[in-house]
């Protein structure tokens, strides 16, 4: 078994949280933090053949279209909202251009982006996502392993949008990143944070671990750090202020408490209102640029 840091190779590691997989197999995991770089990731890591069976749930991907009930109209209304949010967030002070979303799932974004005039392509692993996704926008969905194949330099704008915690190979990504950039590009990465106050609260049952399907869990020491070796510089840090609530109402479901919507309203709340002073929101989105050095 590969117990070494997926960023910097290390074996020293300590273990941080002992957890399970609360949303689909109940197995248990580990949070191992790298004594090298550190960089959280989860123990053991499935197999690239065996990861396929933890996403096997009609709940999991977020191409379902099921608006019947409160929670999913609710669901439906907040998307809405976050996705010009993300829009204004990712391209504010750009001119249109190319733009390659990674992990598009069904291409909420990218349809976005392409109304407001971008030429958009997108990575998509679910190839029921991939289908849904081509069927709704002009530009193409490939898979992963194609971005390889793409040439250097072609992209205005990169996002991935809750995707690099994924991420099984984090060197292969970020060098790709850097490669596929245009210089002075933009790069811009949402992730869940850990540090956020509903992380710590939550502690082994908070909902954005979700592990063994996060791999990788970042904060903004470690990302940046890991960016900064790749010639991506941070310019500026967001937040995605639903995903707290989001996140909470999740971990109250998984600690079984009664009235989870009502308690992780308010505990998503709460974590806004500390994060406002903290800057540790439940999901940060990080700006990068590819600085040119002459
Ligand atoms: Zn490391």
Redesign the pocket.
Known sequence: MNNK??????DK?QINLWLRDEFLTKEDFHICE?L????LYTMPRPSKGQIGAYYKSEEYYSHQENTKGFIPKVYERVKKVNLKHKYKLATNGLNVGKLLDIGCGVGDFLHTAEMHGWECTGVEPSEDAKAIAKKRMRGEIFSSEELENMPDGCFDLITMWHVLEHVDDLKWQVEQLRRLIKPNGRVVIALPNYKSYDGQYYKELWAAYDVPRHLNHFNKTTLTKIFKTSGLELIKMDKLRWDAYYISYMSEQYKLHSLPLIRGVYRGWISNCKARRSGEWSSLVYVFEKKMRN
């Open positions: 840091c997926p960023w910097c190779g290390s590691a790298c090298n770089c550190g960089l």
